[in-house]
């Protein structure tokens, strides 16, 4: 066996698969004699070992809990699938990050309403039990002032919390889009504005569209 | 499963969610982002008429594909804005914290590789799919698997030699299947 053969299985022989038993041994006789292959065997070594212990952290994680009864959910309620829509059981995370920085990046339109927050405990979606998820928001139901909130948190009562702002942004239909936000079409242009409920900690609760 | 068969659609899940969770996991460090691929994956199987033909490869080969487009589109979207994650960890504090930092450089080195690297060794070397699974996965030839992963396992042993000493090398049998 060649130095140049000797690479071409070196990460198989490294890995400890793929390779056939008389391959293996014939490269690994090369690299008894060839101290240049035999320290680039332990290079590849080296990264499997530390591969190993990588996938060994990994090894258990899984989903939360809260993906399967949102898969349930609409594999029970299948209508948005069969209409072409996208049936989002819950918005993406990157919503509510897009949300924090868009609320940040334009303070100049937050208007905080510490004296409605009574009165928007009413709007307020109840708690979601956790592990399940929003729920599904189609255009017409989540646009408007009249539009309820939609939670955008898991397990909490937001009804309960002591201090509550209304923050007013204004976003671009195609970032939402672009997000998944089932609410906005991918065709549309321009802005949209909507409501977030931030609580005292700065994490957005709840999003309504107005616009 | 169109035809909403649960139990069917269940014992599904509960076979693949988790290989297919680890798989966004490991290639975007983004526990958030492996959550909604995972549901994604199967929302898809939900909208799909053709469903999985087992003529064109293995279900492995079928679902991590398209773990590995979606993933893909997220990570290409949101390209430096990935915390690495904190997934859950055993009970013992001081041995989880060891094994953290020793195994977060493994993963950050292997979340700096370009992402056609990164998925087949990831793939391969960490979802223990064989090459040809790994190539109908990732819609390529073997040839370009092994390739790719022969560069990226390169690129990954230059990136951990840079930062520290590697652990020391041991026999390494063949990783998870």
Do not use: K
Request: with cysteine; proline share 6%.
């Amino acid at each position: 066996m060649s130095c140049e053969d000797f690479e071409d299985d070196v990460v198989d022989l490294a890995r400890g698969g793929e390779l056939g038993e008389a391959g293996r041994a014939e490269a690994l006789a090369h690299a008894e004699a060839c101290l240049r292959c035999a320290a680039r065997l332990e290079d590849e070594r080296a990264v499997t070992s530390a591969l190993r212990a990588l996938g060994a952290r990994t090894a258990g994680a899984e989903a939360p809990a809260r993906v399967e009864a949102a898969l349930l959910r609409a594999l029970r309620d299948p209508g948005p699938i069969d209409a072409g829509g996208v049936v989002t059981a819950r918005p993406s995370r990157a919503i509510e990050l897009l949300l924090l920085a868009a609320a940040a990046a334009i303070l100049a339109a937050i208007v905080v309403v510490p004296p409605r927050a009574d009165r928007l405990r009413d709007t307020l979606p109840p708690a979601l039990p956790a592990g399940s998820p929003a729920t599904p928001v189609v255009a017409e139901e989540a646009a408007g002032e009249n539009a309820e909130f939609v939670a955008l948190s898991y397990g909490e009562d937001l009804r309960e919390l002591d201090s509550l702002q209304v923050v007013s942004v204004e976003l671009p239909r195609t970032a939402l889009a672009a997000l998944g936000w089932p609410a906005v079409e991918s065709a549309q242009t321009g802005s949209v504005t909507a409501e977030v409920i931030v609580g005292h900690d700065g994490v957005a609760r709840a999003i309504r569209f107005v616009d | 499963m169109r035809d909403g068969d649960e139990a069917a659609f269940t014992a599904l899940y509960r076979r693949w969610q988790g290989p297919l969770y680890r798989y966004a996991l490991r290639v975007s460090g983004s526990p958030a982002l492996a959550e909604d691929v995972t549901q994604e994956v199967f929302m898809a199987l939900l909208r799909r008429n053709e469903g999985y033909d087992p003529r064109r490869g293995e279900v492995s080969s079928y679902l991590h594909g398209i773990a590995r487009n979606l993933a893909r589109r997220r990570i290409e979207r949101e390209r430096g804005h990935l915390p690495l994650g904190e997934e859950a960890g055993p009970d013992d504090p001081l041995a989880d914290l060891v094994r953290r930092e020793r195994t977060d450089l493994v993963w950050e080195a292997v979340l700096g590789l370009p992402l056609h690297y990164r998925e087949v060794v990831v793939l391969c070397d960490l979802q223990g799919l064989s090459y040809e699974e790994a190539a109908s996965a990732v819609g390529c030839a073997v040839g370009t698997v092994r390739s790719r992963l022969h560069r990226g396992r390169e690129q990954l042993g230059t990136r951990l030699r840079s930062v520290r000493p590697m652990p020391a090398a041991e026999a390494a049998p063949r990783m998870m299947r």
